[in-house]
């Protein structure tokens, strides 16, 4: 329990679950020995610290659950002053008990939630011990927790200024020194992971000089170390953040995987940064990639691409450095390490900066390298491989791309595991967005894709025609081509899974952008209307986000003389309000504006819609009148109504049902209407 001197203290009122004149909780009831009043009359402090000291575990997970409400009811001083080195306390002793670990990684979440909200990022520096004695916890997920908190916090020490004596590169220095040097491993594993952080950190901040230089000289040395400890767990960490210690010794902002996804121009790397990197970090990265132990090797690899981006992405030196351990990667005797390598094999690539026609003989041996991974004999590494394909697209061009991966595309299609042909479906169809891939023109799109296309949608797995489906309008320009595709998906119209039924109904309208109106009428207006009354809500919403897209294909004077009379026609005979809702739904949607574009309805077309809505306004069912109101409010908004509809029409409408309406609901509905006129 708390000391008796601290009732006297002035706290801020509780926020939250603990706010005074709530009732307290059973798991505080249970847990502290007084009645509900006094529980309301203590301060924060005193309660938090009596339920952390309490026998109960579940009520000690209670408190470490509220420690962000506590420090805000505390503020930020007291929360310096009081709460933290409480909680440093706490963990000293718990180093000497067997505290659960539950409430420990609960502790290390809970301080991150502490910086910057409420103590400032350079007022953070007393969270350090906390949570580098966190940081050598033998339970893993807690040691975790510790670090992703520290690498948060480390970055906010500075811009702020209210430390003495060189704080906090100081302090920094000695617990990034205490870490890596201590006896047990568990501390070495989390230097391993705070060091790139540390190293950045002085990159951004420590004042330029041959002290700055001699810390960082250390914490290469340091991670060096690391690197070569006798305990494989140490060396697996220290492998798992070789890539962020790379981009910090080369003064890099962004990690590879950004830049290369990104397509961001690889920034200029200081000279005697890059022969940092070649001499000092390089054979780290070969050591480890060379291990004995494949689960250190397998975290390595994946390192090459920021190697190559440490290294500026300079051919000449990537060639001789960082090819050599893809090699033996794509090589490697164990799967995880050919794995981890597919999953990054496009970023490696991309690092190499094998560009232009004078590296083609090393772009050629990395797309072999590639397409061997897309026919290993594992199919966890060919469905990593295949992931890649539309970004190695990008990356190689179309040349590269017919003569190393096409080839293999048929056999992929036809994979005995249905998650390699669900992942090769996806990025089939990524190659087909200009935002991943433009190197594909329209006829490879054809020659290559087209039978894969028609193949999948026959897939007996739903997942694998789902990613087809729901991508398939990055091609609509191309359907007029694939008679073959289209009718697959006019059959997929009455697929049992719901979910292959939503995709067709987003993908009939571009149909009929792309084989013509008529082709729609003719076809596909059948199976639109089943998918209008289809029993399920996401279904049916599918057509009615379809109907502006359908809109500006036809125009308005098909959409009165096809659509207007079958959706009329279900309104009067629908049984259910459902029907009438998504009616109602679809032609609001008409009138909804998508940004600053309104579509361009004909003042016939938009008196019909108006006519429809206001014979909602009468309906028996107020979900249905509610619809109806809010599409009013719609075309009110528009602006698209003709002013004469609008005051001889809809005002009175509304009008009389806000004061004859009892339900509240509606009335709202109604109210905002009548508002979005003014």
């Known amino acids: 329990m708390a000391d008796e001197?601290?009732?006297?203290?002035?706290?801020?009122?509780?926020?939250?679950p603990l706010a005074s004149g709530t009732t307290p909780s059973l798991t505080l009831a249970r847990s502290l020995n007084c009645d509900s009043n006094a529980l309301l009359s203590m301060p924060p402090f005193d309660l938090f610290v009596a339920q952390l000291s309490?026998?109960?575990?579940?009520?000690?997970?209670?408190?470490?659950?509220?420690?962000?409400?506590?420090?805000?009811?505390?503020?930020?001083?007291?929360?310096?002053?009081?709460?933290?080195?409480?909680?440093?306390?706490?963990?000293?002793?718990?180093?000497d008990s067997d505290e659960d670990d539950e409430i420990l990684l609960l502790l290390a979440g809970q301080l991150a939630e502490l910086v910057p909200g409420l103590v400032p990022g350079y007022e953070a520096l007393p969270l350090l011990p906390t949570l580098?004695?966190?940081?050598?916890?033998?339970?893993?997920?807690?040691?975790?927790?510790?670090?992703?908190?520290?690498?948060?916090i480390v970055p906010?020490?500075?811009?702020?200024?209210?430390?003495?004596?060189?704080?906090?590169?100081?302090?920094?220095?000695?617990?990034?020194?205490?870490?890596?040097?201590?006896?047990?491993?568990?501390?070495?594993?989390?230097?391993?992971?705070?060091?790139?952080?540390?190293?950045?950190?002085?990159?951004?901040?420590?004042?330029?000089?041959?002290?700055?230089?001699?810390?960082?000289?250390?914490?290469?040395?340091?991670f060096k170390d690391l690197s070569e400890d006798d305990t494989p767990m140490v060396r697996r960490s220290a492998a798992k953040n070789l890539g962020r210690f790379v981009e910090a010794v080369a003064g890099l902002t962004k990690s590879a995987e950004e830049m290369i996804k990104g397509g961001v121009a690889q920034p200029a790397v200081a000279d005697e940064n890059k022969r940092l990197v070649a001499f000092e970090i390089v054979p780290i990265f070969q050591a480890l990639s060379a291990d004995e132990q494949d689960s250190v090797r397998l975290l390595a690899v994946s390192c090459a691409g920021s190697?190559?981006?440490?290294?500026?992405?300079?051919?000449?030196?990537?060639?001789?450095?960082?090819?050599?351990?893809?090699?033996?990667?794509?090589?490697?005797l164990s799967w995880r390490v050919r794995h981890n390598l597919s999953k990054v094999f496009a970023t490696v690539t991309g690092s190499l900066g094998f560009v232009g026609p004078k590296h083609i003989a090393r772009q050629t041996e990395v797309f072999k390298l590639f397409s061997g991974l897309l026919q290993d004999s594992e199919a966890e590494v060919r469905a990593a491989?295949?992931?890649?394909?539309?970004?190695?697209?990008?990356?190689?061009?179309?040349?590269?791309?017919?003569?190393?991966?096409?080839?293999?595309?048929?056999?992929?299609?036809?994979?005995?595991?249905?998650?390699?042909?669900?992942?090769?479906?996806?990025?089939?169809?990524?190659?087909?967005?200009?935002?991943?891939?433009?190197?594909?023109?329209?006829?490879?799109?054809?020659?290559?894709?087209?039978?894969l296309l028609e193949n999948f949608l026959n897939d007996e797995f739903a997942e694998v025609q789902l990613h087809i489906l729901s991508k398939l309008s990055r091609v609509s320009h191309l359907l007029g081509q694939m008679d073959v595709v289209v009718n697959s998906i006019l059959q997929m119209a009455r697929a049992q899974n719901w979910r292959v039924r939503d995709a067709v109904g987003r993908l009939l309208p571009f149909l009929a952008e792309a084989r013509g109106v008529s082709f729609f009428e003719d076809h596909l207006l059948?199976?639109?209307?089943?998918?209008?009354?289809?029993?399920?809500?996401?279904?049916?919403?599918?057509?009615?986000?379809?109907?502006?897209?359908?809109?500006?294909?036809?125009?308005?004077?098909?959409?009165?003389?096809?659509i207007l009379p079958n959706y009329t026609r279900m309104y009067d005979e629908s049984h259910s309000y459902l029907t009438r809702i998504t009616v109602l739904r679809s032609f609001a949607a008409l009138a909804e504006q998508d940004g600053e574009n309104a579509l361009n309805i004909s003042d016939a077309l938009m008196e019909q819609i108006v006519s429809l809505m206001l014979r909602g306004l009468t309906d028996s069912v107020p979900n249905v009148r509610l619809i109806a109101a809010r599409g009013l409010g719609l075309v009110t908004m528009s602006g698209q109504c003709d002013s004469g509809v609008m005051n001889s029409k809809i005002v009175p409408a509304l009008n009389d049902l806000v004061h004859q309406e009892q339900d509240i609901d509606c009335r709202y509905q109604c109210q905002l209407a009548l508002e979005a006129k003014v």
């Open 526 to 562: 059948e199976p639109w209307l089943k998918i209008m009354s289809d029993q399920v809500a996401d279904v049916r919403a599918a057509c009615i986000a379809g109907m502006p897209k359908l809109l500006s294909v036809s125009g308005s004077e098909w959409i009165m003389q096809e």
């Open 307 to 332: 190697v190559g981006c440490g290294l500026a992405r300079e051919p000449g030196v990537t060639a001789d450095v960082v090819l050599p351990v893809v090699r033996g990667g794509c090589a490697d």
């Open 385 to 451: 491989a295949v992931e890649n394909i539309a970004r190695m697209a990008q990356l190689g061009g179309a040349d590269l791309f017919q003569a190393h991966i096409a080839p293999l595309l048929p056999a992929l299609a036809d994979d005995l595991v249905m998650e390699v042909r669900s992942k090769l479906a996806q990025t089939l169809m990524d190659c087909c967005d200009p935002s991943i891939c433009t190197a594909l023109t329209d006829q490879i799109i054809l020659q290559e894709f087209r039978p």
């Open 132 to 152: 580098e004695r966190l940081c050598r916890i033998d339970e893993t997920v807690v040691r975790d927790k510790a670090v992703e908190t520290l690498n948060k």
């Open 5 to 16: 001197g601290s009732s006297t203290t002035s706290h801020a009122p509780i926020a939250g």
């Open 54 to 95: 309490s026998d109960s575990t579940e009520a000690r997970v209670d408190a470490m659950k509220k420690l962000s409400i506590v420090g805000d009811a505390m503020g930020t001083k007291e929360t310096i002053e009081k709460l933290i080195p409480y909680l440093d306390e706490t963990i000293a002793k718990s180093e």
């Open 156 to 222: 906010l020490l500075l811009p702020g200024g209210r430390y003495e004596d060189g704080m906090p590169f100081g302090q920094l220095r000695t617990t990034a020194q205490r870490l890596a040097s201590a006896e047990w491993f568990t501390a070495k594993v989390s230097a391993a992971g705070v060091l790139p952080t540390m190293y950045a950190f002085w990159n951004a901040h420590a004042p330029r000089g041959a002290a700055a230089d001699e810390v960082r000289r250390e914490f290469r040395i340091l």
